[in-house]
């Protein structure tokens, strides 16, 4: 085998990742140890928060240690094992790392089964963490009823994608907000969510009023900023903001308007943070529910795929600046060429 | 009887109440129909949230029409009555308005049985609904467990040093913070807090962060601004921010720090906002316990009384610039003089 391509992080940014924050070894690889197996990344998420790791603060991953490599939520192949409960040829789900080749205990590996016709690349994002921050994200913190009015912001992304959706395969009147007529129209037509509402281009709290004129039951909330105070001041009594993820705030200088809070006051409304990790028991029986719509085709999603890690820090560059469309991956390696 | 004096709103203040956005009328006062009841106003509360109701928009309390009398929450004592349920002299609490006479159906108020010992005062403030607040608030929405720890903003206030009292008889690690050194002294030596900051002094961030080495369980916001910022960086997993009042941002242009609430995420943290009217149920039991601590001395309270409906702008600036001790309130008129 060759070398190991690794990409370390050497230094904290500030507000922009670039690419003089990473550091780039090629190293030998070693041997994979007793219950060990060694596996071939193909693909590297890019995750919104991928960016807050590389903060000194502690957010829900310990901070990013600088000179090591860089922690990446990666899908892979196996290609040696130590272990019983893999093979060559099995593709696994694992924290391999930016990196071409990761070593880990199998324990540490998750074993897919992919399905005919559903992209490798869908495991590592929409049937994966993803659809189970959406589904867990709504159902749990949200509570939904039937009936209620949903917004989700960030709508066309990843996450925000199958929020809107599955909101609408549970009976709720759903209103996506993105950015950009691109986007709101593959929101549209593509996952049939008919409220939609550009933020670059609309009025919002105007389309807002229009769109929700008895209020916000649920508020499905992945950006922050003025927009989600406008969400709040419209939540109906008992509302709730499932507050996924603050992505307008990553890079630093973003407020709330104090007195919107009060509306949480007035209204006895919750606003409450999901954190995937605490729902990973229903790992199998919601990600399961989510292939089987997926596999019938009445779950959409868009999988934007940059090609090498060199694409790194475009990748993160893309994911903060909304370019991205869907969820963001760099393949690290072609799967029809190991 | 005389003219009944009566305080009316006739503009909506921008910051600052001023004497300017009102209008006092002296008007006779009609007899009580059937069922209803002539009431002489007594005392006149002054929560801070009484800056609110004089907005436009709406919050617990629908605006405040212009032209009307001042809404008003009071205490008073019966004078005439067409109902049976209640006879001259019964002491009741209702919502009387910022005037000297109010009729009422007897219905609408809620009769008093004061202790001895205990000031009449108390019955419309600790012993009413900011003791409800303080205890259902901490205990139904923050979910206290003994030995956890509990932040209190504006401490030394009404609803705050209730609830720090309350924390303490649950078994909780109290930590309270108010303005400046007589407050601090009041809560630490009469109420026995121990961990008490003075925000006006001290810094705040790092006596939390010796005071709450481990995190905060449960902040009791009254507040809100940079100081709940600072608590809300603070909350150990699954913390709970009881959200009772936002006090600060009631006249405006006081932000929160997006980026702070990304602990709600981080720590899988709840904010969730108190309406007092939702416990109502729960009046007769909780506020018997408190009277029980009043009359026994085990609950420290501290009343402000100004005197005359003419000291109405006075209380509610004091109130805003925290310059009261424990609760504000006004006193129409005397009661030994009725």
């Known amino acids: 085998m060759s070398l190991n391509t690794q990409w370390r992080l050497i230094a904290r940014p500030e507000g922009e990742v670039g690419r003089e924050h990473f550091e780039v070894t090629h190293l030998a690889l070693p041997e994979p140890g007793p219950g060990e197996v060694r596996v071939r990344n193909l693909y590297l998420l890019i995750p919104p928060s991928m960016r807050l790791w590389m903060n000194a603060k502690e957010t829900y991953f310990p901070p990013q240690p600088l000179g090591e490599v860089m922690t990446g939520i990666t899908l892979g192949v196996v290609e040696s094992s130590r272990d019983p409960s893999l093979v060559p040829g099995d593709y696994v789900n694992g924290l391999g ?65 199958l929020a809107c959706q599955i909101g609408k395969k549970l009976g ?31 009025d919002v709290a105007a389309r807002l009023d229009v769109l929700c004129p008895d209020g916000i039951d649920i508020a499905y909330e992945n950006v922050g900023g003025p927009v989600m105070d406008m969400l709040i001041e419209r939540l109906r009594f008992k509302g709730r903001v499932v507050l996924c993820g603050l992505v307008s705030s ?25 954190l995937v990790s605490e729902y990973l028991h229903r790992y199998e029986d919601v990600v399961g529910i989510l292939q089987d719509w997926a596999a019938e085709g ?32 760099v393949k690290i390696c072609d799967e029809r060429s190991v």
């Open 250 to 274: 990553y890079n630093g200088g973003v407020t709330q308007n104090t007195a919107s809070l009060m509306t949480l006051v007035n209204k006895a409304a919750r606003m409450e943070g999901f």
């Open 172 to 202: 709720l009147k759903v209103v996506g907000i993105a950015g950009g007529p691109e986007k709101c129209a593959w929101l549209r037509d593509e996952c049939g969510i008919e409220h939609v509402i550009d933020y670059k281009h609309d």
């Open 97 to 161: 790392g930016c990196q071409e080749w990761s070593i880990a205990p199998a324990g540490h590996l998750q074993k897919l089964a992919p399905r005919p016709g559903v992209p490798l690349a869908a495991y590592r994002s929409v049937l994966d963490v993803q659809g189970l921050t959406a589904y867990c994200g709504l159902t749990e913190i949200g509570k939904p009823k039937a009936g209620e009015t949903l917004v989700v912001t960030a709508a066309a992304g990843s996450v925000g994608s």
């Open 298 to 329: 009445s779950l959409k999603y868009q999988i934007e795929v940059l090609d090498g890690l060199d694409s790194i820090v475009e990748a993160i560059g893309r994911v903060f600046h909304g370019k991205n469309r869907g969820v963001q991956l």
